[in-house]
């Protein structure tokens, strides 16, 4: 006599989805983009930005960056965004990247810097880290005319 199996919960498939998509997103995006995407840093707006840029892309997505500088040192960062997954890891690890940079350090970081902290981004995929690029050099063009 077999017993009979059962039925799984609301509850119990909703989390077995979930664990199919992470895994799935993972496999196509890398682990690491992942988990910037998820658990991003540096989200938010500082009370009173020495530089602020806010740029949207051809695609519609839109970057909010803003920075303090002490003494030519980026000490702080925050950056909003309403896109999607990978937009939200670019402008997290972009963040990472500049604090405690001078200005001149931050300006130097590019597509490729992002790009290696995340790993190599899917060839079939449209997103580059470019809007964060340029909207990180757009805030430190805006907090060197202020100063």
Not at 87 to 113: N, R, W
């Amino acid at each position: 006599m077999t017993a009979k199996r059962k039925p799984k919960t609301f509850e119990e498939m909703v989390t077995e989805l979930e664990g199919t998509i992470r895994a799935e997103e993972k496999a196509y995006f890398g682990e690491r983009m992942v988990e910037e995407a998820l658990n991003p840093n540096n989200v938010g707006e500082l009370e009173h930005p020495d530089g602020a840029a806010r740029l949207t892309d051809a695609d519609e997505d839109t970057m909010q960056i803003q920075l303090n500088v002490v003494d030519g040192i980026i000490t702080a960062i925050k950056f909003i965004t309403e896109a999607r997954g990978p937009t939200i890891a670019f402008g997290s690890v972009i963040t990472e990247l500049v604090k405690g940079k001078t200005v001149e350090e931050a300006a130097q970081i590019g597509e490729k810097d992002i790009v290696a902290v995340l790993g190599a981004l899917p060839e079939d995929d449209p997103h580059t880290p470019e809007l964060a690029v340029n909207t990180l050099r757009a805030a430190l063009e805006d907090y060197q005319k202020k100063n």
